[in-house]
């Protein structure tokens, strides 16, 4: 049974930066591609970044530059580090295993980006 686990969430002020991780057991991790979607309140979940199983990363056009999707497949490790945060990156973030589209979702990890 695939488990995934978000962490690395919390408050921060616009311009900071925060690294989320997503530990993942009970697979062969090295085999998924992963990805990143984020849930704003009263907004549908939108997919931010992916990672192939071969290390290639895929952003939204909104966190290209300031986001940097990367996995380490020796500790079964997914992240996502964050940089030049904005009000609008405010968001439950979620970590998911993908196949044909993604199926196994961790429990999301709070951002806050406030002054």
């Known amino acids: 049974q695939v488990q995934l686990v978000e962490s690395g969430g919390g408050l921060v002020r616009p311009g900071g930066s925060l690294r989320l991780s997503c530990a993942a057991s009970?697979?062969?991790?090295?085999?998924?591609?992963m990805g990143w979607y984020r849930q704003a309140p009263g907004k549908q979940r939108e997919w931010v970044a992916t990672?192939?199983?071969?290390?290639?990363?895929n952003y939204i056009d909104s966190v290209k530059g300031r986001f940097t999707i990367s996995r380490d497949n020796t500790k079964n490790t997914l992240y996502l580090q964050m940089n030049s945060l904005k009000p609008e990156d405010t968001a439950v973030y979620y970590c998911?295993?993908?196949?044909?589209?993604?199926?196994?979702w961790g429990q999301g990890t709070q951002v806050t980006v406030s002054s």
């Open positions: 009970g697979t062969i991790f090295s085999t998924y591609a």
């Open positions: 990672i192939t199983t071969g290390g290639t990363p």
């Open positions: 998911c295993t993908i196949r044909s589209g993604p199926d196994h």
